[in-house]
């Protein structure tokens, strides 16, 4: 990583690309003042994310108010619609999980407690929880924790023919849970306490809550499918227990789940300078609603009612600096591309807007030159006066022009991975150089308390010259090369499993199977000569109909062992060796 100069000398710096010569220059002058940028940041900033929109969920009504003021500014600078039927939305369709029923039977000899439902009160699923219907004998684990080298082991004495097969009950929490900086908190976390429980032979999960101050997962009726392999079932702190219930009982347990079909939608808009080449210029504008999906980092108290997650600067912030750019853009003198502008729903489901976009695009795609993400531009340190810039290998250009670049004494930190939890991955894996611009994170990220009164106006604006400017110095090429990176890190894999091979699952595949949509270098998948577009359909002995059976699979499986892996690939059906 880099960091570019901050200087505003005359010192030159030469480069050749395609035979122009860059210098160090500051801002590209902008045709329209800093004031008014800012007073239009303002302005939109604090419609995106007020309470009005409930959070931009996807699909959701907040949502539906979203693209219609983006297609309201679209439509007063003078944007050709770009998208479906010459409209300026393209919609999108894609499926969540929800509960169908869900049904609770304890017998012992003391108490029996049936429960059935729909809707949840003291007992419900966790939403990760696995399908199914299950029945089994329990046995008591206090609080479920395997820490044996801080002198906790919950499962000390127990043989493991006393434990596989059976159903696991435990307390939330740790002992002296109000001691947050506990050594134990890390080995006491419900994802841990399942995984250790499924390492142990664990048929079943339930997790009782006897300590109100305790924060229990919210029950969700709709939900990502990261599944465990074994049903999770909680019973809350609003019903009495006793332990003495859950030793050597009976349980049955069933969860049956439904799919829903939810759209979201984006919009997209055009600038047609009549140029061979165009340069997507992109940014989310959902967000996470009332959390009805998950993802919010808040610990709320129990039974505190859902609160609007406003996503201020994730990422008002940056659907804000996509309106400028659309307006400046149009007005300036750079005219040797065409420029697509798109805000992308479905980003915080998963990246559904831009990997629908790639799929469907609404103009050739081979006559992209590169491609601009902006995501979370709202809270640049003043301390540090330093931004992010990602995706800086996926062209030999980047690394050339960057560093000639100089506003405002930012500091810019480099990475060259064209991968990472931001739309920009859609366009890399479909061979498009890509930038992700990025601020940095803070304490507020996917909680309630990102609002537009702790945007830094000042910071967001010399992004935006940075931007502008680095489009200015890239007109007169006529189109970039793209460049594929190694990845450091393996994009979408689950971090509560013991392995990953290292793919983006194609999360709109309707068909049968996994399909990946992107491969890692050097992880498992591509080393076993796995391809994107490779549609997996066994792992092991393991079918992979679908992600639940592709992640029940995986679970099985440990660092170092090897197995087979099944795919089909142009219709045919090819077998791979593979090693985790």
Not at 37 to 55: C, P, R
Not at 441 to 468: M, Q, R, T, W
């Amino acid at each position: 990583m880099n960091y570019l100069s901050k200087s505003k000398s005359l010192l030159f710096f030469q480069f050749a690309i395609c035979g122009f010569v860059f210098c160090n220059f500051a801002a590209a002058q902008i045709p329209k003042s800093d004031g008014d940028i800012i007073n239009s940041l303002v302005t939109n900033i604090n419609y995106l994310a007020s309470d009005k929109l409930e959070g931009r969920l996807t699909g959701s009504r907040g949502e539906k108010l979203a693209y219609e003021f983006l297609i309201d500014n679209f439509q007063s600078m003078n944007l050709l619609p770009r998208g479906e039927n010459e409209q300026y939305t393209q919609t999108f369709s894609f499926k969540k999980i929800g509960y169908r029923m869900f049904s609770f039977e304890l017998n012992n000899n003391k108490i029996n407690i049936v429960h059935q439902a729909i809707k949840p009160n003291a007992y419900y699923p966790l939403s990760m929880s696995g399908i199914g219907k299950i029945s089994g004998k329990t046995i008591w684990l206090n609080y479920g924790i395997s820490a044996s080298a801080l002198g906790v082991n919950d499962y000390a004495g127990k043989r493991d023919k006393d434990l596989k097969g059976k159903i696991f009950v435990m307390r939330l929490g740790y002992a002296n849970a109000s001691n947050a900086e506990s050594k134990i908190a890390e080995f006491a976390t419900i994802e841990r306490k399942i995984d250790t429980a499924i390492y142990k032979g664990a048929k079943a999960v339930i997790f009782i809550n006897q300590n109100k101050e305790l924060l229990e997962p919210d029950f969700k009726p709709l939900f990502k499918p990261n599944f465990k392999s074994v049903p999770v079932y909680l019973i809350g702190s609003n019903e009495k227990t006793d332990t003495s219930w859950f030793i050597n009982a009976k349980v049955n347990l069933e969860i049956d789940t439904i799919t829903r079909e939810l759209e979201g939608h984006n919009v997209i808009g055009f600038i047609n300078n009549k140029m061979p080449n165009t340069v997507v210029i992109g940014a989310h504008y959902d967000h996470l609603g009332y959390n009805e999906l998950g993802g919010s980092t808040y610990t709320k108290t129990q039974n505190e009612k859902p609160q609007i997650h406003n996503g201020a600067d994730d990422n008002a912030s940056g659907t804000a600096a996509l309106i400028e750019l659309s307006e400046i853009l149009a007005k300036s003198h750079f005219k040797n591309n065409n420029y697509l502008f798109i805000a992308f729903s479905g980003e915080e489901e998963g990246l559904l807007g831009s990997n629908y976009f790639c799929k469907n695009p609404t103009l050739e795609l081979s006559k992209v030159s590169y491609m601009i993400n902006m995501d979370m531009l709202g809270r640049l340190d003043t301390s540090k006066n330093s931004f992010a810039i990602n995706g800086t290998g996926t062209s030999p250009v980047w690394n050339k022009i960057l560093p000639t670049i100089s506003i405002d004494n930012l500091k810019v930190k480099t990475s060259e991975g064209g991968t990472g939890a931001s739309d920009h991955t859609s366009f890399y894996n479909v061979g498009i150089p890509a930038l992700h611009f990025f601020t940095g994170n803070h304490y507020d990220y996917h909680k309630p308390s990102d609002d537009a009164d702790l945007i830094n106006l000042e910071g967001e604006l010399s992004v935006i010259k940075y931007i502008f400017t680095m489009i200015g110095r890239l007109d007169t090429i006529k189109k970039i090369t793209f460049s594929k990176t190694a990845e450091e890190h393996g994009s979408g894999s689950v971090r509560s499993f013991k392995v990953t091979l290292g793919i983006m699952p194609d999360y709109l595949f309707d068909g049968k199977g996994v399909k990946a949509d992107g491969v890692t270098d050097g992880k498992s998948a591509s080393i076993a000569g796995i391809k994107r577009g490779d549609i997996i359909v066994k792992l092991g002995s393991d079918e992979t109909n679908d992600m639940q059976m592709y992640l029940k699979a995986l679970n099985k499986h440990n660092k170092g062992d090897k197995t087979k892996i099944t795919i089909l690939r142009d219709g045919k059906e090819l077998e791979m060796e593979l090693k985790f």
